[in-house]
């Protein structure tokens, strides 16, 4: 599957933008779909996953209640809007696919090595 993300950009702190992805090649609504980001200096670290029929959505602790995951299998999209943005939300973000997550237990397996978009930057300033 590949994996075009955008909508990246520059945002003040408080604000909010969305982020898409777009999948190709390979069935979508099969997948579940996340958001990665990897901050200057940082590991890459998991931000959201929702499931295959977007019915189920995992968060990491820091952005529950900023951000949410939704996707659109007719338009092969996930998306990811970003509220009240903070400058510590300043990072690279990737979409991945076709990963294991349990939405019950609160757990994922990363993502393979081909299972990566490209990546777009989102810059939060103070």
């Known amino acids: 599957v590949q994996l075009q993300a955008s909508g990246g950009g520059l945002v003040q702190a408080g604000g909010s933008l969305r982020v898409s992805c777009v999948a190709s090649?390979?069935?979508?609504?099969?997948?579940?779909m996340g958001w990665f980001r990897q901050a200057p200096g940082k590991e890459r670290e998991f931000v959201a996953a929702?499931?295959?029929?977007?019915?189920?959505?995992l968060y990491t602790n820091s952005v529950k209640g900023r951000f949410t995951i939704s996707r659109d299998n007719a338009k092969n999209t996930v998306y990811l809007q970003m509220n009240s943005l903070k400058p510590e939300d300043t990072a690279v973000y990737y979409c991945?696919?076709?990963?294991?997550?349990?939405?019950?237990?609160?757990?994922?397996?990363?993502?393979?090595?081909?299972?990566w978009g490209q990546g777009t930057q989102v810059t939060v300033s103070s």
């Open positions: 929702v499931s295959r029929s977007g019915g189920e959505t």
């Open positions: 991945a696919a076709d990963f294991v997550v349990s939405f019950s237990g609160g757990w994922y397996s990363p993502p393979r090595a081909g299972s």
């Open positions: 090649g390979g069935t979508f609504s099969t997948y579940n």
